[in-house]
């Protein structure tokens, strides 16, 4: 009985490591985990954010800086982002905060283009220049509606 019993504590250690490296992974894949990026929070007002979702990727230059922390209806009527990123970046007052999309349907983030002062931004500092998102369906909507108005060529010109 006692080699069954050792039989059963190996397999039952292996499950409980198998269940804490399955909790573990699907923590940090999530992007749960406590260790983020911390430091600079900077609020970006936007005048669409079109399903932009908290924990979605900050980048500049196409490198992740940090994520989005929050979403709120600001005072304004505004989506009011809060972003949080790496404390050692050194970001202009003049950086533009712009909402994209990574392929043609694939998950939104704020990527940040930097500018030329030399004042940076610091913690809890808005960033004053804003690019919404572009939203697939008014794009289309507005060329559905000029080809349907005639809009949608060059104008035509009477005879000489």
């Not at 900077?42 to 079109?50: C, M």
């Amino acid at each position: 009985m006692s080699q069954s019993s050792g039989r059963d504590l190996a397999v039952g250690v292996f499950v409980l490591i198998g269940i804490a490296a399955i909790a573990y992974l699907s923590v940090a894949v999530g992007g749960l985990g406590s260790n983020g990026p911390g430091g600079l929070r900077l609020i970006a007002p936007f005048d669409e954010i079109g399903g932009l979702k908290p924990r979605a990727a900050v980048v500049v230059s196409g490198v992740r800086v940090g994520q989005v922390e929050s979403i709120a209806l600001g005072d304004d009527y505004r989506a009011r982002v809060t972003l949080n990123v790496d404390p050692k970046l050194e970001l202009p007052v003049d950086t533009t905060a712009s909402i994209m999309t990574s392929g043609v349907l694939g998950d939104r983030y704020v990527s940040l283009q930097l500018g030329g002062e030399e004042t940076l931004l610091k913690d809890g500092d808005p960033i004053d220049f804003t690019e919404p998102a572009v939203l697939l369906e008014r794009v289309l909507g507005k060329i559905v509606h000029n080809i349907g108005s005639g809009g949608g060529g060059e104008e035509e010109k009477g005879e000489e």
